[in-house]
């Protein structure tokens, strides 16, 4: 028996599957049971381990002054979730980004799989294409017409700009890491989460894509 399912574990895909279930068990339980400390907390205690182990590892083969870079990116992101994470009217933004980037990311990944050819940027990350991303805009937009549905929210953007404004940055937030992650000559930040790689691998597009929905947040 043990035979026959270890090689199913070894699957990328279900590793992957797997962390992704008990990732979002975790935040489910901290942002719906728990205290509203607990999932400051743990923003916090992921944002000491990239900067101790992961971020430090990208920045181990550069100069000295990229390390300049560090307050803006990634410890001003953390702080601005665990900022949002602090009020009723902004915190549902949290779970609400979550969702979107990782939703672009699934329809980007299947459609560049799928039918993928041209490059979107061979030098910094080989396996992105440009119908892989067509595809995670398209999946996004749709996502983001039933979030509206559901939430009868208005938006001070129309969904296809927001679309637009969400997946670029997305995908900019993925291929600024995987810039450095190719300049340090790894394939993960770490290998914290199987099958995702490390907590930067998997908060790469959402520390982008919060600086868009907290400066949104003060203007309106």
């Given amino acids: 028996?043990?035979?026959?399912?270890?090689?199913?574990?070894?699957?990328?895909?279900?590793?992957?599957?797997i962390t992704a279930i008990l990732?979002?068990?975790?935040f489910f339980v901290s942002f719906f049971y728990a205290p509203l400390i607990v999932l400051s907390l743990?923003?916090?205690?992921?944002l000491i381990i990239i900067l101790v182990y992961e971020w430090a590892k990208l920045l181990a083969v550069r100069s000295?002054?990229?390390?300049?870079?560090?307050?803006?990116?990634p410890v001003l992101p953390f702080l601005m979730l665990i900022r949002l994470n602090q009020y009723p009217f902004t915190r549902f933004l949290i779970p609400l980004m979550i969702i979107w980037v990782s939703l672009f990311d699934t329809g980007a990944y299947?459609?560049?799989?799928?039918?993928?050819?041209?490059?979107l940027a061979p030098k910094i990350s080989p396996k992105k294409t440009w119908e892989g991303l067509i595809g995670g805009y398209i999946t996004l937009f749709f996502v983001i017409i039933a979030t509206n549905w559901l939430?009868?929210?208005?938006?001070?953007?129309?969904?296809?700009?927001?679309?637009?404004i969400v997946?670029?940055?997305?995908?900019?937030?993925?291929?600024w890491v995987s810039y450095f992650k190719r300049k340090a000559h790894v394939k993960d930040t770490?290998?914290?989460?199987?099958?995702?790689?490390g907590l930067l691998d998997r908060f790469d597009a959402l520390l982008f894509v919060v600086y868009f929905f907290y400066i949104l947040m003060i203007i309106f």
């Fill in 64 to 73: 000295w002054y990229w390390w300049l870079l560090t307050p803006l990116y």
């Fill in 190 to 197: 770490s290998n914290l989460l199987p099958g995702h790689g």
């Fill in 151 to 164: 939430m009868g929210y208005e938006w001070p953007f129309n969904s296809f700009l927001l679309t637009l």
């Fill in 23 to 26: 990732l979002f068990a975790v």
């Fill in 1 to 17: 028996m043990n035979h026959r399912i270890s090689p199913i574990l070894k699957m990328p895909f279900v590793k992957r599957g």
């Fill in 167 to 175: 997946g670029t940055l997305a995908c900019l937030g993925d291929l």
């Fill in 42 to 46: 743990l923003f916090a205690g992921a």
């Fill in 110 to 119: 299947f459609v560049g799989n799928l039918i993928g050819k041209y490059k």
